[in-house]
Nanobody, 119 residues
Framework: QVQLEESGGGLVQTGGSLRLSCAAS????????MGWFRQPPGKEREFVAS????????YYADSVKGRFTISRDHAKNTVYLQMDTLKPEDTAVYYC????????????WGQGTQVTVSS
């Protein structure tokens, strides 16, 4: 089981930026896909971005494409979500998650970090 811990959430004004971090431990991540999800208030959890730990394709939700960037630091075992040009509709609890390359569902989740964008 991979343990994940998010950090970096907070309150920011519209148009501002935040960088979320997700520190991973417990397993070698070479065969994993790293993902970010979010759950806006009163809504279902939704996909934000994903990337293979060892490379491969990167995917973004249409709503964040061009504004958010997912990246990883192998030395620190950490995946990041750089969020720029934030909008009030980006307000949500953001979760980091992992899945094995051959699995469809993300099985390990962090506890989440709150991002609030004020208008």
């Amino acid at each position: 089981q991979v343990q994940l811990e998010e950090s970096g959430g907070g309150l920011v004004q519209t148009g501002g930026s935040l960088r979320l971090s997700c520190a991973a431990s417990g397993r070698t991540l070479s065969n994993y896909v790293m993902g970010w999800f979010r759950q806006p208030p009163g809504k279902e959890r939704e996909f934000v971005a994903s990337t293979g730990w060892s490379g491969g394709d990167t995917y973004y939700a249409d709503s964040v494409k061009g504004r958010f960037t997912i990246s990883r630091d192998h030395a620190k075992n950490t995946v990041y979500l750089q969020m720029d040009t934030l909008k009030p509709e980006d307000t949500a609890v953001y979760y980091c998650a992992t899945r094995l390359l051959f699995q469809r569902d993300f099985g390990s989740w962090g506890q989440g970090t709150q991002v609030t964008v004020s208008s």
